[in-house]
T-cell receptor
Framework: KQEVTQIPAALSVPEGENLVLNCSFTDSAIYNLQWFRQDPGKGLTSLLLIQSSQREQTSGRLNASLDKSSGRSTLYIAASQPGDSATYLC??????????FGAGTRLTVKP | DAGITQSPRYKITETGRQVTLMCHQT?????MFWYRQDLGHGLRLIYYSAAADITDKGEVPDGYVVSRSKTENFPLTLESATRSQTSVYFCASSEARGGDEQFFGPGTRLTVL
């Protein structure tokens, strides 16, 4: 079964800290992996997309890495801000259309 | 407005009633998707469509029907709603291939009493 796990489920950090969110998946035959942000009561906002042939992607203060062989991806957030508070979802795309989501990490950045 | 919209945003219905959730995108994306989001399960794919008149089942299709007569619209119908279908439903689209980046609508919160 293709499962996606995100650890921790919740994380609280003071403003300014660098932090890492983790995503692991059981089947390494992925097409790509996508990180999303979800604010309460809102839809999902795409943050980064990593193709299976790539090792990392960067956008501003965000950096996502992918290690297919170990079934892991990390999302690194530099210099966290209160506006970064949200739930972060990892989604693994299998077979071009079958996307499996993790349950998410709820991040709180305290001023 | 450009983007992907869903309607209604909130819906309360009763068990056994038919409900249709609408999804509209203005990007002319080929692929469209329907997901449901439940506590403890994350998001799960219900149905997807690769183009007009082409649809296929996802992980949890039972109890749902979809159609795609036009590229920009992808309605999801619950033919006889059940309490277990109480959830938040998200529509998404991607440009050319299903493996491309997916863009999500704001969601519809459905409550079945």
């Amino acid at each position: 079964k293709q499962e996606v796990t995100q650890i921790p489920a919740a994380l609280s950090v003071p403003e300014g800290e660098n932090l890492v969110l983790n995503c692991s998946f059981t089947d390494s035959a992925i097409y790509n992996l996508q990180w999303f942000r979800q604010d309460p009561g809102k839809g999902l906002t795409s943050l980064l997309l990593i193709q299976s042939s790539q090792r990392e992607q960067t956008s501003g203060r965000l950096n996502a890495s992918l290690d297919k062989s170990s079934g892991r991806s990390t999302l690194y957030i530099a210099a966290s801000q209160p506006g970064d508070s949200a739930t972060y979802l990892c989604a693994v795309n299998y077979n071009n259309n079958d996307m499996r989501f993790g349950a998410g990490t709820r991040l709180t950045v305290k001023p | 407005d450009a983007g992907i919209t869903q309607s209604p945003r909130y819906k309360i219905t009763e068990t056994g009633r038919q409900v249709t959730l609408m999804c509209h995108q203005t990007w002319s994306h080929s692929y469209m998707f329907w997901y449901r989001q439940d506590l403890g399960h994350g998001l799960r794919l219900i149905y997807y469509s690769a183009a007009a008149d082409i649809t296929d089942k996802g992980e949890v299709p039972d109890g749902y029907v979809v159609s795609r007569s036009k590229t920009e619209n992808f309605p999801l119908t619950l033919e006889s709603a059940t309490r277990s279908q109480t959830s938040v439903y998200f529509c998404a689209s991607s440009e050319a291939r299903g493996g491309d980046e997916q863009f999500f609508g704001p969601g519809t919160r459905l409550t079945v009493l």
